[in-house]
């Protein structure tokens, strides 16, 4: 698996947003980016085998209403981290939130959309 995969899942999770991997575009709203996390990954045991961790950071652009924005963005995080032994494109994987954090609010783009970030990892059969 790789963020790749993760994207192509989340368009089918989330239809009516826009993705992107590693790169904002600040003029677009209802956006989600994927980035790829500084931090532990690699091979280790969860539940039964041998799994990896990817970890990720979601950046998420709704409007430029922040009430509408936070309340998207707590909707999205709800149903990633409810995301477990999920099947998709011969992976299974689950979702966790990165030390249980919330999201976190950034500010917002030059064009005047709100931003948050999710920090998760997804959890993968090798």
């Known amino acids: ?21 590693g790169r904002i575009d600040e003029n677009i709203e209802k956006q989600i980016t994927i980035y790829t996390r500084n931090g532990t ?12 961790k990817m970890p990720l950071t979601l950046t998420i652009t709704y409007s430029k209403n922040y009430a509408e924005t936070e309340q998207e ?4 995080f709800e149903a990633l981290t409810n995301l477990n032994n999920i099947k998709f494109k011969n992976t299974v994987f689950s979702v966790f939130p990165f030390n249980s954090r919330l999201p976190v609010y950034l500010g917002y783009t030059e064009s005047g959309f709100y931003q948050f970030a999710l920090d998760i990892d997804v959890v993968y059969n090798k």
């Open 1 to 21: 698996m790789n963020s790749s995969i993760f994207k192509d899942y989340l368009k089918t999770l989330f239809p009516g947003m826009n993705f992107r991997l």
């Open 73 to 76: 963005v707590n909707k999205i």
């Open 41 to 52: 990954s690699g091979l280790f045991f969860y539940g039964e085998g041998h799994t990896q």
